[in-house]
């Protein structure tokens, strides 16, 4: 090796073969191209042993190795690539700190505290030795998905294969590493993980007739909500956002829950267009990107008369739905809701098949000793000796009612949940014989098997997930019509208490 200087730089010359190989420097100044040289030198001698190249980035801190990687991330969805970027960052901060972050980091957190004290730690100091201890901490005190202690193996493999291809892009595809730490982690097996406090939720479609009384229940406890914000003397008033439309939407169009909380005004289409042929959500998934998810024409009408109401003064960009108060619903606000209709529904169900004829409020008293554990009937601390009397003996009838149903509600709810909305969507299309193509195309799956491999971009536009939403939303819409009318028949089903 040689320098050569061409125009005003300097350039290395070494010989392969018969042919002559410049490698420019940069530099105009001798001395420091004489450094350079140098450095290819030693570089060119390593090579030949099978040794890493000597690297100038050795000192790079972890945060700026984080931002260089999250870079090369730009073909993902922004979301996917926030995500990628703030999982790193929370692994770095626990693993060098030995502390633990909550589930959900605030962005104040996440750029007061986490970032600053990243950028002073190399990324070289993400060793085996501190990396080994945060798995097992993971295994043991990890936040669980369903909130127990302990996370799952395949999360924690998750995070640890980020952290390999983090340090494997340094070392191996841009060499300014001159070692990986991490190819001498000694990732446990699956034999060798204790099990999480908790097993893993099952989950269940819902029966017809449970999504017929859920639905009403839905129903009823917006009414009641209204009724009860109409009574309080406030100077502001504003109309409450009904949630029924949230789930009836859920199981209408078989989207996942954030899926569709995140959707704003302009990606959910009800009306039909020369350009939009079929009324549509447009959802945003981590992995898959954006994906459009086909409406029931009567769901759309439901909806249209929900945004005509409620959101007609909001901009393209805001949220289509919105809590009951008119803020951003939350995945806890949503449960919340869910779980107060689920065992209001139930707690028919189960008292109308014993024969237990009940008023409304106690239906809505039971539900909720059963959820809460507490029977509260509101009123102030100043009442009469009847009224404690009255309110003694309607306790003892709710909690004589509670004891006798508790077993058989508590059975029903242990396996649903609102994502269980999804799954009945896809079970309900399946037993109306919607072929799983469409089923598929519908939920944002990718094609299972051969025939997702083999099939062709023109055969992609022939499938039509209008056939996996029109059959779930006419099996709905035929049941709550068979139930209206057994109502009318068999007359008023409760009775004042």
Known sequence: ?????????????????????????????????????????KNLERRRQGLPPINDKSDMTFLDAVEGFAHTKRRLSRDRHKTIRRRLLAIGYEVLTGKR????????????????????????????????????????????????????YKTIKEKV???????DYWYRRKKALGENPIVQLDMPKTTEVPENA???????????????????ALADLDEQ??????????EVRIDLVPVGPIFRALLGTGCRSMELLQARVHEVVLEAKPHVWVPKVRCKTRYLGERAATIHPDLALELADYKKRYRKDAGSDDLFFLSPEGKTMDSERLNDLFYEALYLAFVRMETKSLGIRNSTATEHLVARYLRNGKI??????????????????????IKEIAS????????????LDPYCLRHTHGTWAADQEVPEIHISKQLGHSIRGITGRYISKRSMTLIDPRRCSHAVWELLAKAELEQEDQDATSGPSVVGA
């Open 101 to 152: 972050l909550g589930k959900h980091i605030r962005r104040k957190v996440m750029a007061e505290t986490v970032e600053p004290f990243l950028a002073t730690k190399l990324l070289l100091e993400i060793r085996p030795e501190n990396l080994e201890p945060w798995i097992d901490d993971q295994f043991e005190n990890g936040n669980g998905k369903y909130g127990h202690t302990g996370s799952a």
């Open 1 to 41: 090796m040689r320098l050569r200087k061409r125009g005003n730089k300097y350039s290395i010359v070494w010989d392969e073969g018969d042919k002559q190989v410049y490698k420019p420097t940069g530099c105009t100044n001798r001395e420091d191209a004489e450094l350079v040289l140098a450095k290819e030198r």
């Open 198 to 216: 908790q097993p893993r939720k099952v989950r269940r479609p819902f029966e017809v007739d449970e999504a017929v009384e859920f639905f009403r």
């Open 161 to 167: 294969r980020q952290i390999e291809e983090l340090f």
């Open 404 to 415: 006798r149903i508790r077993l058989r509600v508590e059975k029903r709810v242990e396996e």
């Open 225 to 234: 909500r209204a009724a009860r914000y109409a009574q309080d003397k406030r």
């Open 376 to 397: 509260n009937f509101g009123g102030g601390s100043r009442l009469k000796a009847e009224t404690i009397a009255w309110r003694q003996e309607a306790e003892q009838a």
